[in-house]
């Protein structure tokens, strides 16, 4: 069985930048689609960001402009750069993936463990 592991969340000012990575383990993610998903407190999870097996993006309404989504194949790994956080992106983020198409669901086969976002005002 594969692994996703996300790393890189912490806490950060408004407006600061943060870097998330997810590294896979267990298979190559080069035939697959990756992606972002977040939860706050209270709410549900929400689609941020997602890359196609043949590196097409997408992108959450509410992040359009500030996140950027990019795949390393030779890494096995998949980063989320946030830039202009709001305090509005305080989350768990989750690192998903599934077999080459993007869905904006959370019908994902696998997913990360989640690592802690915090933007203070």
């Known amino acids: 069985q594969g692994q996703l592991v996300e790393s890189g969340g912490g806490t950060v000012q408004a407006g600061g930048s943060l870097r998330l990575s997810c590294a896979a383990s267990?298979?190559?993610?080069?035939?697959?689609?990756m992606g972002w998903f977040r939860q706050a407190p209270g709410k549900e999870r929400e689609f941020v960001a997602a890359?196609?097996?043949?590196?097409?993006?997408y992108y959450g309404d509410s992040v359009k402009d500030r996140f950027t989504i990019s795949r390393d194949n030779a890494k096995n790994t998949v980063f989320l750069q946030m830039n202009s956080l709001k305090p509005a992106d305080t989350a768990v983020y989750y690192c998903?993936?599934?077999?080459?198409?993007?869905?904006?669901?959370?019908?994902?086969?696998?997913w990360g463990q989640g690592t802690q976002v915090i933007v203070s005002s």
């Open positions: 998903v993936a599934r077999k080459f198409i993007v869905v904006l669901t959370t019908q994902y086969d696998f």
């Open positions: 267990g298979r190559t993610i080069s035939t697959y689609a």
């Open positions: 890359v196609s097996w043949n590196d097409t993006t």
